[in-house]
Every structure is written in structure tokens, then in C-alpha cells.
């Protein structure tokens, strides 16, 4: 054979060889096939341009991806629940005593709700003061801030709602001291506690309305803002903090180094979860008894009890004045000045560091902390 021969038979074999190799195999087939139909290559490579501000309070913005993930959790699990929950005050309990003690793994999934729900809770807590502090609100964050402070009410909805499907002693007669507040609202309490419970006392109506506003409406106006927020993260990126000098910031690109923070930040809470869960999973309770005294030392879930505990506090009249309605229209005013907050602090609106809505922040948090202590400390005050 010619020498040239063997070269161009060479040259065919490897041609042929590296054909085979451009080839995709049959799980990249698939890869390909969804990824030319869905477009998520876009979204990859938005993911690989895109750069998260870091700071020396960084730290404070991994809060928020924590809530996402929660809600996740929350999402999840819910459904998982829903399997096997009965919204009826005959069967209710029962159906949590049946997932607790003959679902396999039934007791994990009900405690990793319940503790995860307060954990959200708790972490959108630290995430709005975190915000305040840090004056993330001003232009052009202002929609920003308004949709994070919905999304806390409607969580704190979600944590009202939920605890009283289980339908014991304990949900039962909490809610009935909540929603006994709510019918204090001067001007529209009797109308809205009515609403909400389907009439005058707790009963099944009620037990249904609770199950679908924590199913279907809630979740329904969670998703909007929860939405509408996340968008505007995309869009306007991460506030970068009054004051820090621009050679303190540096950007590092989300994924995957912002990415893979968040998700070991994810991984310790969900280990912490699963410890709470092993260690102290959450209780079925003595099914409600309507007819029953109310037992010494109900109080709301923890995440009401300042608004409680200064109820309990203040005097019945105050210049002629029912207290706790008046103490009620300050929390209505309060919330909606703080809610308006990036609308009066000018100072952050022009860049500027504003001590006071600083003082009005840490203010807000100690009275909290204070009241929530004292609920605890004193509980037959």
C-alpha cells in the first residue's frame, strides 16, 4: 500500500472519531431537546453575568434567599400534609393524630412544617430589620420594601390560619383570644372578626375558612408579592449601604460563588430543623373542647405576643377611651408609617444616613423583644 494511503485512511478514522465524540449521548439528548424548547440557557447565562455587591454587612443579604427557601420547605411539606388532613372539626384532630402516629415519617414532615413556619417567621423578621437598618429602601427600592412588608403579614396570616386546623386545646382557645382582638378594631372589628370566623364564635365554619384562606388565598396573594419582589431584585439588583466607601465593595458573580454561600447558609438551617424536629417534635395537643373554661396562660403563637402582652397591659380606659382600641389604632398607624417609610426618610432618599429612622428601628425592635420576654417570663400577668 502507498504511504499516502495510510495517512488519508488516518485521517478518515480520526475525522469519524471525533464526529462520534460531537455526538451527544442519549441523557445529553434529552438535556437538549428540553433545553431548545424551554430557552433556559438564557437564564444560565443571566446567572453567570449577574454579581451580588459584597460589603462588610453583607452578611445581612443572605436573609432573604433563607426566606425563599422556607417558603419552599413550607410549600412542600403543606402539600405533603394535605394528603392526609380532613378539614372538619369531628375529624381534624384525628387526622393529625393519624399522620403523627401510622403515616410513615408523618410525624417528620408535620413537625418540619410547624418549625419551619416559625422559623420563616422569625428570619422575616431579622430580614425587614436588616432592610430598615440599612436604609435598602430608598429609591428606586420603594415597591421593594412595600411588597416585603406584605409578604410578612401575609406569613403572620399563614402562622394565624394554620394553628388552628390541628383543632386542639390549645389552637382552639388562641385563636379565640385573637380573633377577640381582631373585634376590637375601632370602626370595622365586629365586621371583620364575623368574616373571619363565619360567624360569632369559632366553629366548623370557621375551621373551613381558616383551611382554605391557608391553602388557597393566602397562598394565592404569597405568590403575587412574593413574585412582584423577587422581580424587582432581578431588575434593581441589591442595595449597596449608606456610608460604605466604594473601594469596601467588591462584586462577586451570584453563581456560583453568592449561590454557594446561600446554600450552605440553607444547609445549616435545614440541620437545625432537622435536630429541632428529632428532639423536640411538635405536639398533637388534647383535642378542642368548645364548651370547656378557657385553660391559665393561653397566649397567641409568639409572633403576636407583643401585640398581646401591651393589650394586656394597658389600662381598660384612657380619656374616656376604650384602651385597647386605642392601642390598636396606634398599631394600624405604626404599621402603616413604617410601611411608608421610604417616602418620609428624605435624608435616604438623597443617600444620606438619617439617625433618626436608626433610633425608630432599634426603638421598634427592643419594645418587641421586651414584650415577647415579658409573655414568657410572666405568663400569669
Same mark, same amino acid.
Given at each position: 500500500?502507498?504511504p ?40 444560565v ?13 453583607s &452578611?445581612? @443579604? ?10 419552599? %420547605?413550607?410549600v412542600i $411539606? #403543606?402539600l405533603? *400534609? =394535605?394528603?392526609y ?15 403523627m402516629g ?17 422559623i420563616l ?7 425587614? &430589620?436588616s @432592610? ?9 427600592r420603594? %415597591?421593594?420594601?412595600? $411588597? #416585603?412588608?406584605? *409578604? =410578612?403579614?401575609?406569613f403572620?396570616?399563614f ?7 390541628p ?48 391553602i388557597?388565598?393566602?397562598?394565592? *396573594?404569597?405568590?403575587?408579592?412574593l413574585?412582584?419582589?423577587l ?31 446561600d446554600?450552605?447558609i ?11 424536629c428529632?428532639f ?7 383535642k378542642?373542647?368548645?364548651f ?10 409568639w409572633?403576636f ?32 408609617f ?8 428624605r ?7 438619617n439617625p433618626?429612622t ?10 418587641i ?12 400577668l
Open positions: 500500500m502507498k499516502w494511503g495510510n495517512q488519508n485512511l488516518l485521517r478518515n478514522n480520526k475525522q469519524e472519531t471525533s464526529e462520534l465524540s460531537l455526538r451527544p449521548k442519549k441523557g445529553q439528548k434529552f438535556l437538549l431537546y428540553l433545553a431548545e424548547r424551554f430557552s433556559w440557557q438564557a437564564i447565562d443571566l446567572a453567570k453575568k449577574k454579581t451580588v455587591p459584597e460589603h462588610p454587612y &452578611f445581612w @443579604t443572605y436573609f432573604g434567599g433563607l426566606c425563599l427557601f422556607l417558603f419552599v %420547605i413550607q $411539606t #403543606g405533603l *400534609l =394535605l394528603l388532613y380532613v378539614p372538619s372539626i369531628d375529624r381534624a384532630h384525628e387526622s393529625i393524630i393519624y399522620i401510622q403515616v410513615k415519617f408523618g410525624w417528620l414532615i408535620r413537625s418540619v412544617h410547624s418549625w419551619t413556619a416559625n417567621i422569625g428570619v422575616i423578621f431579622v430580614h425587614m &430589620f @432592610t430598615f437598618l440599612l436604609k435598602a429602601y430608598r429609591p428606586p420603594e %415597591i421593594t420594601w412595600i $411588597t #416585603g412588608f406584605f *409578604l =410578612l403579614l401575609i403572620m396570616a402562622g394565624f390560619s394554620g394553628y388552628l386546623l383543632w386542639n386545646e390549645l389552637s382552639f382557645f388562641a385563636t379565640r383570644v385573637g380573633t377577640d382582638i381582631l373585634g376590637q378594631i375601632p370602626l370595622i372589628g365586629r365586621a371583620l372578626k364575623s368574616f373571619v370566623l363565619g360567624g360569632q364564635e369559632i366553629s366548623g365554619a370557621t375551621l373551613s375558612r381558616f383551611y382554605w384562606f391557608h388557597a388565598v393566602l397562598p394565592c *396573594l404569597a405568590f403575587l408579592f413574585g412582584i419582589h422581580y424587582l431584585i432581578q431588575v434593581q439588583g441589591i442595595s449597596r449601604p449608606i456610608g460604605v466607601k466604594p473601594e469596601k465593595i467588591r462584586e462577586i458573580p451570584f453563581f456560583p460563588d453568592f449561590f454557594l454561600r446554600a450552605v440553607w444547609s445549616l438551617v435545614l440541620a437545625l430543623i432537622g435536630v429541632l428529632v423536640f417534635p411538635w405536639e398533637i395537643g388534647k378542642a373542647d368548645p370547656a373554661p378557657t385553660p391559665l396562660g393561653i397566649r397567641p403563637e409572633y405576643t407583643f401585640m398581646f402582652t401591651t393589650l394586656k397591659l394597658v389600662p381598660s380606659h384612657i380619656l374616656g377611651l376604650e384602651g385597647e382600641k386605642i392601642i390598636l389604632l396606634i398599631f394600624a398607624l405604626g404599621g402603616l413604617w410601611m411608608l417609610v421610604p417616602f418620609w426618610d435624608k435616604a432618599y438623597r443617600d444620606q444616613n433618626v436608626t433610633a425608630i428601628g432599634v426603638a421598634v425592635i427592643l419594645y423583644s421586651i414584650m415577647t420576654l415579658i409573655t414568657y417570663l410572666f405568663p400569669r
